[in-house]
């Protein structure tokens, strides 16, 4: 399953309400997860099963979707947001990852 | 509180072969499913392979871009796994990591990684 972030660059104001999809070949039945990765460090999990967030993971943050079309949602864009988001299938073999979307805070 | 620790990244020349360690503590290890996933410089995230807990016989899946030259295992004794690499090619360069696997379907731990350099 290829999947296609878009856009691959977004650039935001602080407090702006962020939107990033992800759109799959074919359709994702459950398992679509996004990441967060800053510079340097290993990726972060924000959201699994396309829509549950992870503990400790700020409520601004949001999944929604399902078949083809996956979005994440950052309600209100803070400084630390800044960083490249990753949507990733794990539904079959091989898991694959959309090519990321870099969030830049103006 | 839940570490997977990477190591045995280097510099090998291509075709050599390369064995990467992730040792995991403050998870009950044999549980779980390990992915290593990778990513080249300057470049986006990459699935390498997966070893299954004992439930699931200890089966492995690869990626299509590593079959044949990559092998998982795992040794629950000592809450590790393992990933052998041989054949390695200048494109295999990447930051390798050791991720934890949830059932739920998501990779919630992840080690800090390490890198790997393929190159003459």
């Known amino acids: 399953i290829q999947l296609t972030q878009s856009p691959s660059f977004l650039s935001a104001s602080v407090g702006d309400r962020v939107t990033i999809t992800c759109r799959a070949s074919?359709?994702?039945?459950?398992?679509l997860t996004w990441y967060q990765q800053k510079p340097g460090k290993a990726p972060r999990l924000l959201i699994y099963?396309?829509?549950t967030l992870q503990s400790g993971v700020p409520s601004r943050f949001s999944g929604s979707g399902s078949g083809t079309e996956f979005t994440l949602t950052i309600s209100s864009l803070q400084p630390e947001d800044s960083a490249t988001y990753y949507c990733?299938?794990?539904?079959?073999?091989?898991?694959?990852f959309g090519g990321g979307t870099k969030v830049d805070i103006k | 509180e839940v570490q997977l620790v990477e190591s045995g990244g280097g510099l090998v020349q291509p075709g050599e072969s390369l064995r990467l360690s992730c040792a995991a503590s403050?998870?009950?290890?044999?549980?779980?499913?390990i992915d290593w996933l990778r990513q080249a410089p300057g470049k986006g995230l990459e699935w390498v392979g997966r070893?299954?807990?004992?439930?699931?016989?200890?089966?492995?899946e690869y990626a299509a871009s590593v079959t044949g030259r990559f092998s998982i295992s795992r040794d629950d004794s000592q809450n590790s796994v393992y990933l052998q690499m041989n054949s390695l090619r200048s494109d295999d360069t990447a930051v390798y990591f050791c991720?934890?696997?949830?059932?739920?379907?998501?990779?919630?731990?992840w080690g800090q990684g390490t890198l790997v350099t393929v190159s003459s």
């Open positions: 074919q359709g994702v039945t459950t398992f």
């Open positions: 991720v934890r696997y949830l059932a739920s379907g998501a990779n919630d731990y």
């Open positions: 990733q299938q794990l539904d079959l073999y091989p898991l694959t």
């Open positions: 099963a396309i829509s």
């Open positions: 403050g998870l009950i290890f044999s549980v779980h499913h």
């Open positions: 070893s299954r807990n004992k439930a699931a016989r200890y089966t492995t």
